[in-house]
Every structure is written in C-alpha cells, then in structure tokens.
C-alpha cells in the first residue's frame, strides 16, 4: 500500500467485490427477482381461477347445507359448494323462502354479505370493497362495478321437509 491510499477494510479482504459493478449487479438481481415474483404470481393465480371456473362446471354434487333449517326470517350463512373451497350463502330471505349464490363476487372477488331491509331500502346482496350490489331475486349487479359484469352465480337449491340441498349452479348468463 503506498503513502495516501485509503488502507483496505478487513471486510472487503474477506468478501472482495467490484464496488463500482454493486449497482449494476443488484439491480440486474432485482430485476431478476421481480421477474420471477410476477411469473410466479401469474402462474399461481391462473391456476387457481382455472380450478375455480373447472368446480363450477359440474357435475355437481347434492350436498345438505348444515344449519339451514336453524335460519329465521332475514338471516343468512356462508357454506362451500361445489367443492369445499367454495364458498356460498345460503339467505332465508324476509318472505321465508330460501335463496344461495356463489359469494366471489363478480368484480374482485371479494365476499359479498346479505343485507336485511332498512330504511326503505329492499334486502340486498353488497361486496364492501368497491360498494357494490346485487339483485337479491337475480344476482344481477346494481351498483358499483358490478353493474356491468355477469351476475352473481345461484347455487340451485332442493328444499325438502327438513333439509335444504345445493343441487347444482345455475348456468352463467352473461349480460
Ligand atoms: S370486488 Fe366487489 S365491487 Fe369490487
């Protein structure tokens, strides 16, 4: 080491890189990593929404939704079908009659809940993330984003004397 020069960190003997590439390679690495981040989110997720659209085209099981019969008027409960990733609601709606759709909602994906009537406002189906809404008798959206998508997809139901069945879903109508 000659006079002046800065002397050399004991580090750097140790773990001897080319300073002056460090941005060079650590962006080029970021790079890299980003991309297999994306890939990796991209393949995952294809996946999975193709397993999703392949439960939802049958054949479809007869599977008794636990709790049904325990529903008063206005009341609602989340259950899976076609298979056990699945989830649906079931909702006894005001009149007593019973009502399921699947509950991804057609937007995002996010859940959707049943609302009781309030305030003048006749019972509903609402996904909270982007405020939007759905025809209880339909499924068809009303409201926010929803509005111009497929309607929510209705699971068909078998109502017997002390039992109630999802029989099937209905087929997607796109409007
Ligand atoms: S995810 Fe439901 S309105 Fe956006």
Known sequence: MSQGEKPIPKWREDFPTEQENDDFITR???VRFLGLVSAGFVVGNGTLFVRSLWAEEGPFPEVEISGA???EEGQWLVFNYPDDKTPAIL???ETGEFISFLQKCT???CPVTYHPSEDGHGETIRCHCHNGEFDINTGQGIKGPPRD????R???LRVEEDR???VSLNEIRFS
């Open 164 to 166: 109630v069945l999802a």
């Open 154 to 156: 209705q699971v068909v």
């Open 91 to 93: 909702i006894r709606r």
């Open 69 to 71: 019969m325990d529903l």
């Open 107 to 109: 937007h995002l994906m």
């Open 28 to 30: 080029r690495d970021f």
């Open 149 to 152: 998508l497929r309607p929510l």
